[in-house]
């Protein structure tokens, strides 16, 4: 078997004028990734995401990957981070280069998964999990003024027991935001904050203290990503767990991440991490340090497909086989119809549970009518 096409579809949605969402950083108006498609000489079609804009993951891919991944056999995917690191030598901490190498190596275990007939999480080893705890990503900052509440009553009203909420804007704003969340969501959900790297390090240690009343189960990116030091400090100083990955590439990153315990989970973005294969391998260093591993998804329904299927592979080992965590997955609560509308049955996190797709491979099927509605090329 041969790969014999690879194309980009870079896909763009826009929210209209005065409706942009965002976190304590400011504010975006514009949802935009790329697809990879990658066809075989039998005629199997496998997806994936490179999680970043059209015209650089178009660039990058036809000057770095055309030439060696057309004629590719897609069972020798496991070499494509290993080539990312050696050729083209230097270029491989970029994240366009390993965002390219993740939707490269997704589509190749889709293909891989279909060839096979089996779902992507099987292959991947590791615990089996047929389903998972959706948690809500919402409250996010919005440039309209909306009643503080609402969305999160919204995503207690569709089943969900789990979410994650955007703070990080000031002592005062954090307590008030959590308060709210804490009191619509009731005392036996679990409650996630994310500051979104806007903090430095004492302001953290302040909010996360002000904040630890309400049982936050971790607290996200509380200092800028390349802040390691920073994150080193936190643990010593706040007891609240500390997890960050949305914004590294590639094992040695993580690695960095999970040495020493840096931060207590890692979340590793399947369109940017470097893909199954790269994520497989984080998560295997993670268990070294008794560090947890749950996915950030802010993607197309491919990215958000590609992250259950690694979700229900995850092994327990060492944290949670006698006492029992919820695998937990990311469901950003916004508008997007990048996530629903490309796939012919999207996923549906309602109801507090989210059942892993069990179809061959990543288990989705692409409407390519939607794809034509927001390709940006
Ligand atoms: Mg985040």
Not at 203 to 208: K, T, W
Request: with cysteine.
């Amino acid at each position: 078997m041969e790969i014999t096409h690879l194309e980009t579809i870079p896909l763009t949605h826009a929210l209209p004028e005065g409706q942009g969402l965002g976190d304590a950083r400011g504010f975006g108006r514009t949802r935009a990734t790329t697809l990879v498609r990658l066809e075989t000489d039998t005629g199997t079609v496998g997806w994936g995401e490179a999680f970043v804009p059209g015209s650089i993951a178009r660039a990058t891919a036809e000057e770095l990957f055309v030439d060696d991944v057309v004629g590719m056999d897609p069972f020798d995917v496991e070499s494509l981070a290993v080539d990312s690191y050696t050729d083209p030598y230097h270029f491989s901490e970029s994240v366009f280069v390993q965002s390219l190498v993740s939707a490269i190596d997704v589509a190749c275990w889709d293909i891989i998964g279909k060839t096979v007939e089996r779902p992507v999480h099987r292959l991947l080893g590791g615990t089996e999990r047929s389903t998972l705890r959706p948690y809500a990503s919402t409250m996010y900052f919005t440039e309209e003024d909306r009643p503080l509440e609402e969305p999160i009553r919204e995503a207690v009203d569709e089943g969900f027991t789990a979410a994650k909420i955007k703070i990080g804007a000031g002592l005062e704003s954090d307590v008030e935001r959590v308060r709210v969340a804490r009191e619509v969501l009731g005392d036996d959900a679990l409650l996630m904050v994310d500051m979104n790297g806007n903090y430095r390090p004492e302001q953290a240690v302040r909010s996360a203290r002000a904040i630890a009343e309400y049982d936050i189960n971790w607290i996200e990116e509380p200092v800028p990503p390349e802040n390691l030091t920073g994150y080193r400090e936190l643990k010593q100083r706040i007891d609240i767990p500390i997890a960050a990955g949305e914004a590294h590439y590639g094992r040695f990153e993580f690695k960095r991440l999970i040495d020493d315990r840096t931060v207590d989970i890692v979340q590793p973005n399947l369109a940017r991490c470097g893909g199954l294969s790269e994520a497989r391998t984080i998560a295997k260093l993670a268990t070294t340090e008794n560090v947890g591993v749950r996915p950030h998804i802010w993607n197309s329904g491919v990215g958000l497909a590609a992250a259950v299927q690694f979700a229900a592979s995850i092994p327990d080992y060492p944290h949670t086989r006698n006492v029992p965590e919820p695998m937990l997955v990311e469901f950003d609560r916004s508008e997007n119809p990048l996530r629903n509308e490309i796939l012919e049955t999207p996923l549906d996190p309602t109801g507090g549970s989210l059942d892993v797709p069990q179809a061959p491979g990543l288990g989705i099927s692409i409407d390519e009518d939607a794809l034509e509605r927001y390709r940006a090329d």
